[in-house]
């Protein structure tokens, strides 16, 4: 049996061919561009969709494998399995007198820096690593690899390849039909956007070597998912976007808070999300929060986990007052949940 899709919010054109243009001006495809409010001329539509989750993802099973390597090198992952979009934990055990500077983990082109865990009555050292698996990876195989350089050099010295399986997120569809003529962006608009694109993109490629966070990240705020991470955008027969956040409930003026402990990074009205609050976590991990109506920290500032950083809204392009939450990891966009659900 299919299911009439739920989503009924309507996408306009402008955005959909924001995030074409973006795509071929960034590595990635649009940063943000959804909860658009609909527009005359943006009838678009969603049509049905076969029936598939309609829930937010299932986490990934959690799987303990411990792979032995070359020189007393063992790593863990927190998962075998992961759906594309996902946090992967690598927990490496090396001998004791290793340093963090001397562990890495590479994966899909990238090098995730490894910082200490402290474990009581350990003889060994403790690092853990934190992997994005980028929304769009392809489905199966895959791998990441521990390296372990001598001290002082970048030389590897030991490399440990830990195997998982990127499977099928089901993220649900929204397929629209669409007139391409009907699209007017507005030049003024486009610059702004491209700069804005820059900007944030900037953002995410400098990566702090210092971790903020303790444990797991908590909601912005406790309320329900209105719109999951992860829904596909399919615009005449081809994926143009997605969502790359997850919608909270909240009314205007709720107040929204710090996932985590970090540093502000961003506080300013954005064309797509915005008032927008950018926090860095360290080690390349951020967390976005949209469409706020008033903003309560300033760039440059340290917040903590539940610290006030403003308040919901619909400003930018939505729909209607909610929180658009979104995570960043090494550039890749992650759902957010998965920092509440896998983080440590
Ligand atoms: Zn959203």
Redesign the pocket.
Known sequence: MFKRFENKRTIPMMELMLSLMLSALTTHIAYTA??PSPTPEASASPASSPAVSTTDPSPSPLVSLVKEGPGGLKAQLSATEVVDGSVLLVTIHAPEKTKASEVTVSYNGKVFQAFPVEEENSKESVFRSVVGVAFGTKMGQSSLQVEWSAPGTSRVVHKLKMPFQVIDGNYRAEVLKVDPRHVNPKKRDLRRIRKEVAEVGEIYRMITQKKYWEGPFALPIDSPIT?PFGTKRVFNGEMKSF?Q???LKAAIGAPINAAANGVIVMAKDLFFTGNTVLIDHGFGIFTLY?HLSKLKVKKGQKVSKGDLLGLAGMTGRASGP?L?WGAIINRAKVNPMDLVRVMK
């Open positions: 959804e909860d719109s969502h956040g997850l919608d949209a909610h658009h």
